[in-house]
């Protein structure tokens, strides 16, 4: 489901890349809509490449969450969380 919402995504990068980069003024008309267009279309490619990044997917995550050791609650094991009060004090 999350592969298929990120793969949904970058169908939908790619078109508005493809449909705004023709219309979009980088040269020309003034500074201010020439730095938005160029900082436009590096957000989107930013949007693009994450979302490739995680269809594809990468074998060091894959590696890295087989290998991670699998730790129980304290809880579980009847011992405390840690988590003590304590109160502290400032004389002025």
Known sequence: MRKFRALSCLVFALCLIFYAVPR???????????????????????????????????????TKRRDMPVYSS????GGTTGTKKRRISIDI
């Open 74 to 77: 304290p809880r579980l094991r």
């Open 24 to 62: 979009l003024p980088v040269q020309g008309i003034s500074q201010l809509a020439t730095g938005f267009s160029l900082v436009w279309i590096a957000f989107a490619f930013l949007v693009i490449g994450s979302n490739l990044y995680f269809v594809m997917g990468t074998e060091r995550q894959k």
